[in-house]
């Protein structure tokens, strides 16, 4: 099992431009998530999604668009990048009620 | 709406002390509890959690926590560190019986000290 993957692990972007972040999971689970992580902020929720076909804002959507493209693709867009959303973001995967399971993050910067 | 609070963003302990990292969180309902690490460069993994039954939890490396509830706090203690341990520790809390989100706290950043 690889758990979670996310591609790529590096990025780097001109404002303005956009780009995907995918993510994938081959544990079976219904729900799958999007975070970003700032220093001194923890993770944020961006996105989630229960189930196949369903997806649900987070505490901070602006900015990002996502596709549950079948029950293991999950994936994060930015239409139009600013410096603002120069992060680590994560995708986490995980069956009701249990516990999240993270891939290894990419690092994106927005010059 | 529930949250989480880890009273310290870093602490610093030498190797071989024990160690606790606090976390306290808010919420009108019943919760799960988690205590997550995240090494250096990586993302995050479970140590343990907490959803029913005793209030003291056993996880991996040697790690425990204790809920409780009037206090409403969940401790993350170990007995004895190594240098190994030199991690960020997030604590994090969600609803029962509810949907599958998850509130994670600022975290703390532990250093082992020689």
């Known amino acids: 099992n690889a758990g979670v993957t996310q591609t790529p692990k590096f990025q780097v972007l001109k404002t303005g431009q956009s780009m995907t972040l995918q993510c994938a999971q081959d544990?079976?689970?219904?729900?799958m998530y999007w975070y970003r992580q700032d220093p001194g902020m923890g993770l944020r929720l961006i996105y989630y999604?229960?189930?196949?076909?369903?997806?649900d804002k987070g505490e901070v959507p602006n900015g990002y668009n996502v596709s549950r493209l079948n029950k293991r693709e999950f994936s994060l867009r930015l239409e139009s990048a600013a410096p603002s959303q120069t992060s680590v973001y994560f995708c986490?995967?995980?069956?009701?009620?249990?516990?999240?399971?993270f891939g290894p993050g990419t690092r994106l910067t927005v010059t | 709406a529930q949250s989480v609070t880890q009273l310290d963003s870093q602490v610093p302990v030498f190797e071989e002390a024990p160690v606790e990292l606090r976390c306290n969180y808010s919420?009108?309902?019943?919760?799960?509890l988690f205590w997550y690490v995240q090494y250096p460069n990586q993302g995050l993994q479970l140590l343990l959690k907490?959803?029913?039954?005793?209030?003291l939890v056993k996880g991996i490396n040697g790690f425990e926590a204790e809920f409780n509830k009037s206090q409403t706090s969940f401790h993350l203690r170990k007995p004895s560190v190594h240098i190994s341990d030199t991690a960020e520790y997030f604590c994090?809390?969600?609803?029962?019986?509810?949907?599958?989100?998850?509130?994670f706290g600022k975290g703390t950043r532990l250093h082992i000290l020689p």
């Open positions: 994090a809390v969600s609803r029962t019986g509810r949907d599958d989100k998850i509130i």
């Open positions: 907490y959803l029913s039954g005793s209030t």
């Open positions: 999604s229960a189930s196949e076909g369903t997806t």
């Open positions: 544990m079976n689970h219904n729900s």
């Open positions: 919420s009108s309902v019943s919760v799960y």
């Open positions: 986490a995967s995980s069956r009701p009620l249990y516990e999240q399971y």
